[in-house]
Nanobody
Framework: QVQLVESGGGLVQAGGSMRLSCAAS????????MAWYRQSPGNQRELVAS???????NYVNAVMGRFTISRDSTKNTIYLQMNNLKAEDSGVYYC??????????????WGQGTRVTVSS
């Protein structure tokens, strides 16, 4: 059983900062890659940033240099520090993890989403 709890969304002015958190709990197995996706109205859900167990990170070009993803493996928690926010960063942000179960299945889990609204 895997659960994801996200927090940190809300309303911020353009140019401001916000930090999202996602805490994952798994009764067994191993959590591998963790990531943040976002979806805005009329658009597909897109990958924003990802981080491996070894803390190797990857970002979509649009957030490079402004967003930072980090991971506390002792807590199975990831963070997304978002700076210099723009109106186009608005959307629902979803936490995503890959979980390897003891039975040998690799499954993907999604958080419930947290809304970020950037006012211009």
């Amino acid at each position: 059983q895997v659960q994801l709890v996200e927090s940190g969304g809300g309303l911020v002015q353009a140019g401001g900062s916000m930090r999202l958190s996602c805490a994952a709990s798994a009764s067994d197995g191993t959590i591998f890659n963790m990531a943040w996706y976002r979806q805005s109205p009329g658009n597909q859900r897109e990958l924003v940033a990802s981080i491996t167990r070894e803390s190797k990170t990857n970002y979509v070009n649009a957030v490079m240099g402004r967003f930072t993803i980090s991971r506390d493996s002792t807590k199975n928690t990831i963070y997304l520090q978002m700076n210099n926010l723009k109106a186009e960063d608005s959307g629902v942000y979803y936490c995503n993890i890959d979980h390897w179960s003891p039975s040998g299945h690799l499954d993907t889990y999604w958080g419930q989403g947290t809304r970020v609204t950037v006012s211009s």
